[in-house]
């Protein structure tokens, strides 16, 4: 074949019809995920209300989610590269939907942490495949790098406009239809993702592999189990046993991948300075974003006495922020460097976690909102461009494996962010004094959760009922500081690390022609 042949066959292929209209699709498919993951904040304290599940149930309520997709993302993403990209894209639309009734429809905090989990296997197939596909439908890199920039803008703004879309409806539904809205949204895709995306695999794929299949998600499930239950009730058998037994699974998971001969992931892509440096600041970008997202809603409305939608839409700026800063990553990292794009973004959100050790209960909204915006910008900057770095750095034919590093990072950092900032917080929180008089019986309900004092206060007289929810509000602020200090220390230090690590990184700028 001539070049020039070559080159108009490329250009064709550089202009495939309909490739915005795939995007409108994978990135509701993204938006409808990232909501699901924190659209619950609003609904915690209806669900206590409900289903009365005790501090440790609410916590996995809130994680397992999370926790789940991201020990099975590395699993999917090689399976979509496997069996293909839109089959398994649309088999878990559909999954994503039925499990979704039954989240709604839950009873008990058991089958709700059981619906959750279900929900995060579904949730698993859809995110890999969305950034996987974008790698194949955009060729052009410019045209990538903005793709990319919108698909990182709903992750982001989806985790942002969760609280809203919940607040809505909570104030007019019950706490379950924040579940059933993803029935819509899920036929949409399906009926136009059939026709609209086109079918991408890895022409040569191997085996999937169960034993690492297996290996991976034991492994995670087991460090973050243990990484939350130390910090909210200290080390136990049952605490050490989990993670040692992780690691020893994510140990033996490595060692497994660098044996075979079509590893679920190639190991050796972490051998690249600036893709392991990439994802370490796609996961602690999130980890901020969402650990702060999830407190400051319970803030707002538990301590501040907002209403579910005007905490929701306290919490839009961190939206905006993502959206803006996703759109104009691409640009920004051509301009000055990726290095000094993703460090920026990531010392924006370790300075407004720094902010956030001085509220207290009376703090106007502008402080609350300024914090907001800025860790929204700082993730829509780091989080797109590191997503872009590790899209770039593989194989068209890897694509899954490589979206699905960068999912993980994206998905154990909101896992993380909301346990490791959500234990410091209930370690502080669970420490306040009862005040004198109030039974044993409320009080220890109080201990569990701040959902739980407000709802503790209810049968108790007024001066007692004030008195407790005024102690447990107090100690709720008093974790949400130290954690938001925390955070800020880590985040800061990892500004630093991702200056070093990304030395030198560049993103593509225009096709190459073989």
Known sequence: MSSLEQHAETSEELRRPGRWIALAVLVL???????????LGLATPFLTEDLKPSGTQLLWIGDVYSFVIAGLLVSMGSLGDRVGRKKLLLSGAVAFGGVSVLNAYASTPEMMILARALLGVAGATLMPSTLAL?????????????????????????????????????EHFWWGSVFLINLPVMAVLVVVGVKMIPESKNPVPGPWDLGSVALSLVGMIGVVYAVKELAAHGTSWAVAVAGLGGLAALRWFVRRQLTLPAPLLDMRLFHHRGFSGAVLADLLAILGLSGLVFFLSQFLQLVQG??????????????????????????????????????GGLGAIGLALAVVTLIHKETAYPLIG?????????????????????????????AGSAAAVSETAYELGAALGIALLGSIVTGVYQGFATPQGVPSANAAAAHESLGGAVEAAHGLPAQQASALVSAAQESFVDGLRL??????????ATAVTAWFLLRGQKLEEGIVHQ
């Open 370 to 398: 300024a914090v907001m915006l800025v860790v929204g910008v700082g993730a829509g900057f780091a989080f797109t461009v590191t997503s872009d770095v590790i899209l770039s750095s593989v194989p068209k034919e890897q």
């Open 29 to 39: 498919a993204v938006l409808l995920v990232a909501v699901d993951a924190t659209v």
């Open 134 to 170: 974008i790698r194949n439908l955009f060729h052009d890199p410019r045209e990538r790098s903005l793709a990319i920039g919108i698909w990182g803008a709903m992750a982001s703004a989806g985790a942002a406009v969760g609280p809203v879309v919940g607040g809505f409806l909570l």
């Open 306 to 343: 907002r209403g579910p939608l005007e905490a929701g839409l306290a919490e839009l700026p961190a939206a905006i922020g993502a959206v803006t800063a996703g759109l104009l990553a691409g640009v920004a990292a051509r301009r000055c460097s990726v290095r000094s794009v993703v460090s």
């Open 483 to 492: 954690a938001a200090g925390v955070g800020a220390a880590v985040l800061l």
